[in-house]
């Protein structure tokens, strides 16, 4: 009412009290705000410091272990990877690119014959077919269809079967003595040289990348960078907190504490024991394997492209010459790749080899430029040619076979240990928790 004042109620106006009291609608306080301020408030008392090192330590302590199985688990998961899909991807890319190389020659070869071809080379023309299918076969289960790899093996299936066909019709008339034989036979050879054979070195090559990948996925660097960060921070932790009861509590140890600290100890020794066999596996895998078998393969395909260079040349009887490519293809090959350390006697017995080839290949090279082409063409398919030649490839074979086996044999080395660091490195980390919980419990029991 106006003039009159207002009405008292237990010694305090109505209108103070209504000041004072909080509105109905108030929101009340975010309950991360007093979480915040009793976590801060255990900063200002012994019971409530000893608590906040406890959480420390067990939220340190399990992303440590967590973090140790993980890198374990992913280390192992690459080193399977690179072992069961990379390198076997690689191996099999290599079987269809030197099976097509190689199908080439013997094609060639065989026809030089004339009429009927000689069987050994029909049986091994018609063995570097099936060996690229089935390759190619084996290759699809590693990669998706739509991926680029899986591109690459289905052009690669349809133009091996135009190849086939092609080589095929090149026979036929060959043996009806008809020169129309020698067009379809070069026909053939530039498909499987412009087409077939660089899609197999594209699926090749992307094998080779993947291969890559997968070691980078191996040795999993973020993973030990990450471990190698909460290992440190953990270690700094637990001496800390070892320290801070030994001035506060007049104890020199902290059993349970020390006890923690043993077994974190144990975990970073068998971490970086298992990582370090690991990584030293890995790199031997790569200079013992990965890499002589990529540098072999590529000058194995080289020299099957020497060999069908010259009998392409004798085919075509003057209306194409090939030397230029025989001579690209003899320039391509180095014996002295530093990739081929680890091969170097098998490497030294092909150089060799190869040199006998070429002496030969100059013979027949002379022999055909003098005109005396019956004696050129006989000669590049006699015995002691084919047994030169197929002496080089099967060193060059056995090198392969050699160094794919030591790759095989360091990755499986790389994988020990890791698997049992999965499981191990959170269980030990648990335990250390344990203690942890067990000592810092035992100082807060004496504040009650």
């Avoid at 688990?73 to 690459?78: C, I, M, N």
């Avoid at 269809?145 to 289905?154: F, L, P, R, T, Y």
């Avoid at 992307?206 to 990948?213: P, Q, V």
């Avoid at 990739?339 to 002496?359: C, E, F, K, N, P």
Wanted: charged share 20%; proline share 4%; with cysteine.
């Amino acid at each position: 009412m106006d003039g009159q004042a207002p009405l008292a109620y237990g010694g305090m106006s109505v209108t103070t009290a209504l000041a004072h009291r909080s509105p109905a609608n108030a929101p009340p306080a975010p309950p991360a705000d007093g979480l915040l301020r009793r976590v801060g408030n255990l900063r200002h008392h012994s019971p409530g410091r000893l608590q906040l090192i406890l959480a420390a330590l067990i939220t340190l302590t399990l992303l440590t272990g967590l973090v140790s199985g993980l890198t374990a688990h992913a280390a192992s998961s690459g080193t399977t990877d690179l072992g069961e899909r990379a390198q076997p991807l690689l191996a099999e890319s290599e079987k269809v690119y030197t099976s097509l190389a190689d199908a080439d020659t013997t094609a060639a070869q065989a026809f030089l014959a004339g009429g009927l071809e000689p069987a050994a080379l029909t049986r091994r023309y018609d063995d570097d077919l099936a060996r690229a299918g089935t390759a190619l076969t084996r290759a699809s289960r590693m990669v998706p269809a739509d991926s680029e790899a899986g591109n690459a093996i289905e052009a690669l299936s349809t133009g091996i079967a135009r190849y086939a066909a092609l080589v095929a019709t090149a026979r036929a008339t060959n043996r009806q003595g008809l020169p129309i034989g020698a067009s379809y036979l070069s026909a053939a050879s530039q498909l499987n040289r412009d087409t077939l054979q660089p899609q197999a070195q594209q699926l090749f090559r992307t094998a080779g990348d993947e291969l890559g990948e997968s070691y980078d996925a191996a040795r999993s660097s973020w993973w030990l960078m990450l471990l190698l960060i909460l290992f440190v921070a953990l270690g700094v932790a637990l001496f800390w907190s070892q320290g801070y009861l030994s001035r506060t509590t007049r104890r020199t140890f902290n059993v349970p504490l020390v006890a923690a600290t043993g077994l974190i100890a144990v975990l970073v020794l068998l971490s970086t024991s298992i990582f370090a066999n690991q990584r030293t596996h890995l790199s031997a895998a790569d200079a013992q394997g990965s890499r002589p078998v990529a540098a072999l393969a590529q000058m194995r395909i080289l020299m099957l492209s020497e060999r069908a260079d010259e009998a392409l040349t004798l085919a075509a009887r003057g209306a194409a010459d090939h030397e230029a490519d025989f001579t690209t293809a003899r320039d391509g090959i180095d014996f002295d790749d530093p990739r081929l350390t680890y091969a170097q006697a098998q490497v030294y017995q092909a150089a060799r080899l190869h040199d006998d080839y070429l002496a030969l290949h100059e013979q027949v090279q002379r022999l055909n430029q003098s005109g005396d082409y019956d004696k050129a063409v006989q000669l590049a398919i006699s015995a002691e040619t084919s047994k030169r030649f197929t002496a080089l490839t099967d060193t060059m074979n056995t090198a392969i076979t050699d160094r794919t086996d030591a790759f095989t044999g360091q990755i499986k080395d790389a994988g020990d240990g890791l698997d049992l660091l999965t499981v191990l490195g959170p269980l030990l980390a648990l335990a250390a928790c344990a203690l942890a919980v067990i000592g810092i419990r035992a100082r807060l029991e004496e504040y009650r």
